[in-house]
């Protein structure tokens, strides 16, 4: 019988190891095939059209920068300009106001608020398209509730203008940032506060020389988030909207459904590529900055 055992223990020892000897890396082999068919066949397919040019004459096809020389000249431009500066706004603003709301959140003595701020962050952080359009429209539209009976539009109130949309992108922006900052306010220690106050420190200097450096990288990595968002938000302002405001959103659709010109689907691809190029500029800002965060907050 101890043979037996003694057996037994030799195989599942064995067996074991050949378990270990497994590549950790095996696991992660669905993400990554997962990841490069959902995003690196469409960017392959995104590079590969912004260089594309195709005669309409012959249809004969060759690789050239035209197309990404027209998508920065023009209304082209100016709806990338006119994207870059309504994410901006709309991000620095939902920054701005989200920061206060979650930190009353993160100190409030009352759970059951915090539970339900964060989980009313939650969804409206992801209502937006059409349905957040006609909410709006039927709010402060020209003949919303709001406007007819505060008589807004006899003030100068007009919900279709960039001063409107930014107001309509807030509405999930600022959720989003929410959701975002509170980990990192949460990571803030108690003490720090403590010693700051122990030496005479008010409480702006506090927020001024302790909490607000510590939190920059975090305030900047949301800042992006919400840039992201806004920057590639369409159904709403398309719904809102439509072409009275230069949005790269708008054009890349009109350019594919050819509603300006015909044959301008490869322009579309070269202003998807321009996006992307935003993206990662922005992103090249946050990265460095993320790793002096997390040195600070996760010690």
């Given at each position: 019988?101890?043979?037996?055992?003694?057996?037994?223990?030799?195989?599942?020892?064995?067996?074991?190891?050949?378990?270990?000897?497994?590549?950790?890396?095996?696991?992660?082999?669905?993400?990554?095939?997962?990841?490069?068919?959902?995003?690196?066949?469409?960017?392959?397919?995104?590079?590969?059209?912004?260089?594309?040019?195709?005669?309409?004459?012959?249809?004969?096809?060759?690789?050239?920068?035209?197309?990404?020389?027209?998508?920065?000249?023009?209304?082209?431009?100016?709806?990338?300009?006119?994207?870059?500066?309504?994410?901006?706004?709309?991000?620095?603003?939902?920054?701005?106001?989200?920061?206060?709301?979650?930190?009353?959140?993160?100190?409030?003595?009352?759970?059951?608020?915090?539970?339900?701020?964060?989980?009313?962050?939650?969804?409206?952080?992801?209502?937006?398209?059409?349905?957040?359009?006609?909410?709006?429209?039927?709010?402060?539209?020209?003949?919303?509730?709001?406007?007819?009976?505060?008589?807004?539009?006899?003030?100068?109130?007009?919900?279709?203008?960039?001063?409107?949309?930014?107001?309509?992108?807030?509405?999930?922006?600022?959720?989003?940032?929410?959701?975002?900052?509170?980990?990192?306010?949460?990571?803030?220690?108690?003490?720090?506060?403590?010693?700051?106050?122990?030496?005479?420190?008010?409480?702006?200097?506090?927020?001024?020389?302790?909490?607000?450096?510590?939190?920059?990288?975090?305030?900047?990595?949301?800042?992006?988030?919400?840039?992201?968002?806004?920057?590639?938000?369409?159904?709403?302002?398309?719904?809102?909207?439509?072409?009275?405001?230069?949005?790269?959103?708008?054009?890349?659709?009109?350019?594919?459904?050819?509603?300006?010109?015909?044959?301008?689907?490869?322009?579309?691809?070269?202003?998807?590529?321009?996006?992307?190029?935003?993206?990662g500029l922005v992103m090249a800002v946050y990265l460095p900055l993320q790793r002096r965060s997390a040195r600070w907050l996760d010690a």
């Amino acid at each position: 019988m101890t043979a037996t055992l003694t057996r037994a223990d030799v195989g599942a020892a064995a067996s074991q190891k050949r378990r270990r000897r497994v590549p950790g890396w095996i696991a992660v082999v669905p993400l990554l095939v997962f990841v490069a068919v959902a995003f690196g066949v469409p960017a392959i397919a995104m590079l590969n059209g912004a260089f594309t040019v195709k005669n309409q004459a012959t249809g004969a096809t060759s690789y050239s920068t035209v197309n990404l020389t027209d998508s920065l000249q023009g209304a082209y431009f100016t709806a990338l300009v006119g994207s870059v500066k309504l994410s901006a706004l709309s991000a620095a603003l939902g920054t701005l106001l989200g920061l206060p709301l979650a930190q009353v959140v993160v100190t409030s003595r009352f759970r059951a608020l915090r539970e339900a701020v964060l989980t009313a962050s939650g969804v409206l952080a992801n209502f937006g398209g059409v349905p957040l359009a006609f909410a709006f429209v039927a709010t402060l539209g020209n003949a919303g509730v709001l406007t007819t009976h505060l008589g807004l539009k006899d003030k100068g109130w007009d919900l279709y203008s960039f001063s409107g949309l930014v107001l309509v992108y807030l509405y999930f922006l600022i959720p989003l940032m929410v959701l975002t900052i509170t980990p990192a306010l949460e990571g803030l220690r108690t003490q720090w506060r403590e010693a700051a106050q122990n030496n005479g420190a008010t409480g702006v200097q506090y927020w001024r020389h302790v909490a607000l450096p510590v939190l920059l990288p975090s305030l900047l990595g949301g800042f992006v988030l919400l840039f992201g968002s806004a920057f590639a938000a369409y159904a709403t302002a398309a719904a809102m909207v439509g072409s009275s405001i230069p949005l790269v959103t708008l054009q890349i659709a009109d350019a594919i459904s050819g509603n300006v010109l015909v044959g301008q689907e490869n322009v579309a691809l070269a202003l998807s590529l321009d996006m992307v190029l935003v993206a990662g500029l922005v992103m090249a800002v946050y990265l460095p900055l993320q790793r002096r965060s997390a040195r600070w907050l996760d010690a």
